[in-house]
Nanobody, 126 residues
């Protein structure tokens, strides 16, 4: 069983930055990709960014391109989301996800991920 634990959320003013972390653990953790999703209040979960675990290829939603950066540390089984120039509309619960077999064409589809973290709240005040 794979366990994902997010950290780093909080309250920040618009224009500020936060860095989220997601640590993966399990007997044998291997993943094709890890992603970040978010769920704003009253809305559906949406794709934010993803990274290929072996390739390092990165994928971003248009709304966060050039503001957010996803990265991973294979040795620590950890993925990060550096969020800069935050906006009030970035307010959401942010979830980390992982899957062992997902393809690059599916990384933005939440239903394709098998493992999910518990989420961390990010609130951006105006």
């Amino acid at each position: 069983q794979v366990r994902l634990v997010e950290s780093g959320g909080g309250l920040v003013q618009a224009g500020g930055s936060l860095r989220l972390s997601c640590a993966a653990s399990g007997r044998t953790f291997s993943s094709a990709a890890m992603g970040w999703f978010r769920q704003p209040p009253g809305k559906e979960r949406e794709f934010v960014a993803a990274v290929g675990w072996r390739s390092g290829s990165t994928y971003y939603a248009d709304s966060v391109q050039d503001r957010f950066t996803i990265s991973r540390d294979n040795a620590k089984n950890t993925v990060y989301l550096q969020m800069n120039r935050l906006k009030p509309e970035d307010t959401a619960v942010y979830y980390c996800a992982a899957d062992k077999t997902i393809s690059r064409t599916e990384v933005a589809v939440p239903g394709r991920y098998e493992y999910w973290g518990q989420g961390t709240q990010v609130t951006v005040s105006s």
